[in-house]
């Protein structure tokens, strides 16, 4: 669409392919229902109410969608898992809690576009059959919380939303809840909880799939603002039209956020798998700052492990195999998954040849140490021992067995969790211990003291009484 | 064993510096009584100390005198109502966190009234209220400064200078942050009262670190130069 135009110095990079940006920093754009709907708006949301839901469904399950809020679970088979025998009342939510560090993709939807995303819900809530649906939106939004709840109102005026929309007998309320500053409510049982009014201490899974006991105990579809966003668009294309964008397994756009050392930072609306990570950051990023040289990159928000530049990687199995250097892997799910980390929520965090590596590795466990929310034992000890234990590396304080300590007590957390907050907290550790044991050990000395405070007070005491 | 030997004190604490002390002042309890519990008795029906003076310490600071103290007006009654609306009739629960905004964005900090007014108004214990506020950082226990600073410390934005953003606000402030703790007591205010910081972690704004939340408004790419014109923004 060429009559489209962007505020200057916002426009889309050449090998961007915008669907759910493409209204984001646009000329003339704003968040009024009356522009939406010039855009042809909510005629996907008329067009799903004549279908069946099931035929939605399948839809949505051809186009292949993955989840893009980190775990990357395809978004048609998780509607899938309703009981089919239900009862009870099903809910859908919309987990804007956006807090991944990295992330900043749907800050963009919600601020700018809260329309599109209404649409996306009205469109999933009828074919997973919610006529109750929230938005669970992070505290720190609370512009958004508050162009949500116009949109609604416009949309519902407008007969999108309430009773018996457009005439299909179809009942759906969306409510916009907000958050308080805690990165756990993100994890889609502690939402859950926290939606209940209780601390968002996640549930163990199973039983508590939240499609089959989720909100108030009733089968609940919790989904990122993104994947919610991009239903709109399946419907308008067709789910087999769809899944030609990106490469086979990682079909459609999603929103890569590049943040830390390069020049151009900001977010790219890429084909999966079409990008590789010298393109994106040379080509659309303009690469290092002058004198600089890249040395890592987080790929997939601060929990996902952390990628040195100068690796080479072995990627497929068997006959299939190829030797890929990191420049020339693409950013899809799988490929980053077989290169040990994951495409996660997109949060691509570079680093360059100035960043000393403990100092990255000290700022991430004081975010995980702050963040865990103290439900199950390996995460919640585990966390603020490693937040102290790279305090110390960081201060040049720790001997070289530390590293040894920090990557034992990581290993502990991992898989021994109640939700996925061990790993996300573990891996990066792991990882960055992993990759720059050299330089973190190269931090340490034999010298430094091993004794705690509390040893050589005690110690003194001790030596006084005899 | 004679005691006569001169024992040094193995670490010497002051201990009116660290946070929690202050923030506690300490119980002065007796010792406990073996007693026998006559459930018929008046005294055991009685009131005990409520689980809010046990748990909600809300220590008065500068900032408070930009705030009105907790009063339940019609409009706070009407904006509540239209909350606890928004959910199932037998989960009026879950309006626990809505609640708890409304009366935050008007008095400033969740007061121990304000807990009570919450628990009554939803039906449920007032503990289940206090669980919330001591868990989720959201939400204050005392009053911030007028203008209340947000700043950002997580990796991107430490990269591109908020802890050096942080400094540069405190001193032109005249804060110290020497007692803040990210967990006890993560909000410092001025003395004059005007203004408070505290840390936050990723607001979701990356791309453009380092940025900072003052009150509602969020501002991107706040280096520490400007954080001079950043105040006086406000200042007008
Ligand atoms: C610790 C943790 C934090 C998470 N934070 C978020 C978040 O901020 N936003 C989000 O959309 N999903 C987050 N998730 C993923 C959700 O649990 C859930 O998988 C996702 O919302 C599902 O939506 P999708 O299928 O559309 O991706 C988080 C998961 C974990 C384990
Ligand atoms: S893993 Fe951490 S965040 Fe998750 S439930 Fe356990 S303590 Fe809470
Ligand atoms: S790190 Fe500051 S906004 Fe994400």
Redesign the interface.
């Known amino acids: 669409m060429s009559d489209i135009t962007y505020l200057p110095g916002k426009e889309p990079h050449e090998k961007e392919h915008r669907l759910i940006f493409k209204n984001v920093d646009r000329k003339g754009w704003n968040t009024k229902i009356k522009t939406y709907l010039k855009e042809g708006g909510y005629e996907m949301a008329k067009k799903a109410l004549k279908m069946e839901p099931q035929e939605v469904i399948n839809e949505v399950k051809a186009s292949g969608l993955r989840g893009r809020g980190g775990a990357g679970f395809p978004t048609g088979i998780k509607w899938g898992f309703i009981p089919p025998n239900n009862t009870k009342p099903v809910y859908l939510i919309c987990n804007a809690d956006?807090?991944?560090?990295?992330?900043?993709k749907?800050?963009y939807i919600l601020h700018q576009d809260p329309h599109q995303l209404i649409e996306g819900m009205v469109i999933s809530a009828y074919a997973v059959g919610a006529h109750?649906a929230y938005i669970y939106i992070?505290?720190?939004?609370?512009?958004a919380a508050i162009t949500l709840e116009k949109a609604i109102a416009d949309a519902k005026k407008n007969g999108f939303l309430g009773k018996d929309i457009q005439g299909s007998g179809f009942d759906l309320e969306i409510?916009v809840?907000?958050?308080?500053?805690?990165?756990i409510c993100g994890e889609e049982t502690g939402l859950i909880e926290?939606?209940?009014?209780?601390?968002?201490y996640p549930r163990i899974k199973p039983p508590y799939f939240p499609a089959a006991i989720g909100l108030?105990m009733a089968p609940t579809i919790v989904n990122n603002v993104e994947s919610l966003c991009h239903v709109v668009h399946i419907l308008r294309m067709g789910g087999e039209e769809y899944v030609k964008l990106g490469t086979p397994r990682n079909s459609g756009t999603r929103i890569v956020?590049?943040?830390?050392?390069v020049k151009n930072?900001?977010?790219f609306e890429i084909e999966v798998g079409k990008v590789t990570f010298e393109e994106l950051l040379y080509d659309m990023c303009g690469g290092p700052r002058d004198g600089r040289k890249l040395k890592a990159v987080?790929p997939g928000g601060?929990s996902s492990k952390i990628l040195r530049c100068n690796e080479t990687f072995k990627i497929g199995r068997g006959e299939d195999a190829k030797e890929m250097t990191f420049w020339q892997l693409p950013l899809d799910f799988d490929t980053l998954a077989a290169a040990g980390s994951m495409a996660g929520s997109g949060?691509v965090?570079v680093?360059d040849d100035t960043?000393r590596m403990s100092w990255?590795l000290n700022?991430?466990t004081?975010?995980y140490a702050?963040?865990s929310?103290g439900q199950c034992t390996p995460c919640r000890e585990g966390s603020t021992w490693m937040k102290k234990v790279s305090d110390r590396i960081e201060d040049g304080k720790a001997t070289p067995n530390d590293v040894q300590v920090l990557e034992d007590i990581a290993y502990q957390i991992d898989g021994k969790t109640v939700c996925a907050f061990g790993e996300a907290s573990a891996w990066p550790v792991e990882a960055m211990i992993d990759k720059f044991r050299d330089e973190l050990v190269g931090e340490t000395s034999d010298e430094n003291d091993t004794r705690s405070?509390?040893r050589v007070?005690?110690e003194?005491?001790l030596s006084?009484?005899q | 064993m004679s005691s006569k030997i001169e024992v040094p004190r193995p670490r010497s604490i002051d201990r009116s510096k660290l946070s929690y002390v202050r923030l506690h002042a300490p119980e002065v309890r007796e010792a406990p009584k073996p007693l026998m519990i006559d459930r018929s008795s008046a005294a055991y029906s009685s009131a005990q100390p409520s689980v809010l003076e046990k748990n909600v310490h809300s220590p008065v600071t500068p900032g408070a005198v930009h705030f009105p103290l907790f009063k339940v007006t019609p409009s706070l009654q009407k904006a509540a109502d239209k909350r606890i609306a928004q959910y199932p009739d037998d989960q009026r629960r879950s309006a626990v966190l809505p609640l708890l905004h409304e009366v935050q964005h008007r008095h400033g900090f969740i007061s121990p009234e304000s807990i009570e007014w919450v628990a009554k108004k939803l039906d449920i214990a007032a503990i289940k209220v206090v669980e919330v506020v001591t868990f989720y950082p959201g939400f204050r226990q005392k009053a911030p400064g007028k203008l209340h600073f947000r700043v950002c410390r997580t990796l991107s934005c430490a990269m591109g200078g908020s802890y050096e953003l942080m400094a540069k606000l405190c001193e032109l402030t005249g804060i110290d942050r020497d007692l803040a703790d990210a967990h006890k007591d993560p909000i410092s205010v001025s003395p004059c009262g005007n203004y408070s910081v505290e840390y936050a972690e990723c607001l979701a704004s990356c791309g453009t670190a380092p940025v900072c939340l003052v009150n509602d408004d969020f501002h991107e790419g706040v280096t520490p130069e400007k954080a001079e014109g950043l105040i006086a923004q406000y200042e007008s």
Not at chain 1, 194 to 200: A, V
Not at chain 1, 257 to 261: I, K
């Open positions: 956006e807090s991944e560090p990295g992330t900043f749907d800050r109750v992070r505290e720190e939004f609370p512009e409510y809840h907000r958050g308080a500053a805690a990165y926290s939606l209940e009014g209780k601390r968002p108030y956020c590049v943040s830390g050392d930072p900001g977010f987080i601060s949060g965090i680093m960043r990255v700022n991430i004081h975010f702050h963040e929310c405070a509390e007070a005690q003194q005491f006084a009484v």
